[in-house]
């Protein structure tokens, strides 16, 4: 089973799904963009994520360029089963009805919601 991320891990691995194999430099300045965190912090959670095995660490240069070693799928399918178990008894109805009820789904999304409903009971056009 796959461990859920803490919130800066969480946010380092998005920074390397959407940028690739980055230094921590990169990483941290995309971070910064976001929200002000230092470069030490930054390569300590990065370190850690390396032991935890969610990063692999290139060191065959000078500077080490780090890469997502879980597929951001995985981690979003591991996440979403934990919170459908321990806060909707997993239910899927009741996680998707909360979501929708909150009233901040788009047009746009609601109909690829739809499209994702059809296709799922076959009605595909």
Do not use: C
Request: glycine share 6%; hydrophobic share 35%; aromatic share 4%.
């Amino acid at each position: 089973m796959i461990d859920k991320p803490t919130e800066s891990e969480l946010e380092i691995l998005k920074v390397l799904w959407s940028e690739g194999p980055s230094t921590v430099r990169d990483v941290n300045n995309a971070l910064n963009m976001i929200r002000e965190i230092g470069y030490t912090t930054t390569l300590k959670i990065m370190q850690i994520m390396t032991q935890k095995g969610s990063v692999q660490r290139d060191e065959t240069s000078r500077t080490h360029i780090y890469s997502a070693a879980v597929k951001e799928a995985e981690i979003k399918d591991a996440m979403i089963d934990r919170l459908m178990d321990t806060a909707f008894s997993g239910s899927a109805s009741q996680l998707v009805m909360q979501a929708l009820g909150r009233g901040k789904t788009s047009p746009q999304e609601l109909e690829k919601i739809k499209a994702l409903i059809e296709k799922m009971e076959g009605g595909e056009s």
